[in-house]
């Protein structure tokens, strides 16, 4: 199916299409395309160890199909140990779907630089580093958008209950900018739980900060920040449960959660316990926004 993102209509409406949208002068995306290089810069602390870069691309103005909420898929060059071309690695998306720049059809990326398995060992990441060192003149090899399930409502009314951690914060940030471009922020509407470790490790925080509180409820939680106890999002979800409780029952409440799988499994059970003392039935309630398409999940 192709249709241009501004005629899709209401996010209940997404499910089941194809949203690999194409133009006929956009490049053929099932197929892998590129994108120049505009700017790539750290937006965490030099101090910090956390190394995350905003990278925003464009091909000359030429318009790239996305939703708020999308991947894009980025092949790094060369191959890997086997001599097989290196397979794609998925990044959200963190500017809304009229570019990062409006109007232009630039998109934004924020990257993480991987310098460590899971496990602690050191190592570099192919495509994480390939990206943070992206300079002047470079192109990148893409294939998507891709995504279906993470996608905000189209509805200004709808509300939108965000609750992400570092890197994972680009999709809602995508949201955000959607929002405030459209003269539709609105903290009633717009309630984002944000962790990490220091602001200065959180990427956008600065931005985010610069939000009166007449346009976006923030709830920030610092793991590490010195001084202060570790505050996790679940943390602050307990301390603001009458709203969270008031949201969750509210039927244009859409609940998205993108992060760490811990994450996810911890503000499930945070959500139970909240409810719980509300008398909501959770595993009830869990049910019925998923049937309906508002409860939105991406971790790993
Ligand atoms: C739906 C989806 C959306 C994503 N969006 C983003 C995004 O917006 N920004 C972003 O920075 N990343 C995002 N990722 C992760 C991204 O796809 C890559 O997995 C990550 O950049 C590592 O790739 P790499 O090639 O650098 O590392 P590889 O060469 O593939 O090596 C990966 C190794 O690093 C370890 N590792 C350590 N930290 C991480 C980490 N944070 N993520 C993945 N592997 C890690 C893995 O366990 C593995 O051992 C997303 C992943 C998914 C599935
Ligand atoms: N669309 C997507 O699916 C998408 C997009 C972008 C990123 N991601 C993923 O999201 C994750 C974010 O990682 P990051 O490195 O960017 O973040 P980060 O900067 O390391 O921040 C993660 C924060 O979450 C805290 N944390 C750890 N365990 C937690 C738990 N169980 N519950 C709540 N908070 C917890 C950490 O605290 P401590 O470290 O102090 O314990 C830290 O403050 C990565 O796995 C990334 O690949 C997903």
Redesign the pocket.
Known sequence: MTCRAEEIPNVGDHRGMDLRMGRDDVVALEEGFERDLRSNARV?SEKGE?D?HHIVLDCGGIPFPVLE?Q?VGVIPPGTDGSGKPHTLR???VASARDGETEGRGDFAL?V?R?MHDRAGKTMAGIASNHLCDLVAGSRVQLVGPY?GS?LMPNDPAAKLLMI????????MRAMIQRRQRRGELDPRTAVLFY???TPN???YYEELAAFAPEQLTLYP????QPSQP?R???NALIEARDQVVSLLRDPLCHVYL??????????MAYFHRICMAAHIDWPGLREHLHRGGRLHL???
């Open positions: 965490t956390s995350v909420g991947t998925l990044y959200s924020t993480k991987v995504g993470f992400a951690t570092g890197t994972a914060f680009s999709p962790g990490g470790r490790e959180m990427p939680a610092f793991s590490r570790l996790y999002v679940q993108c992060g760490l799988r811990s994450m996810e499994q911890d503000v991406e971790t790993y």
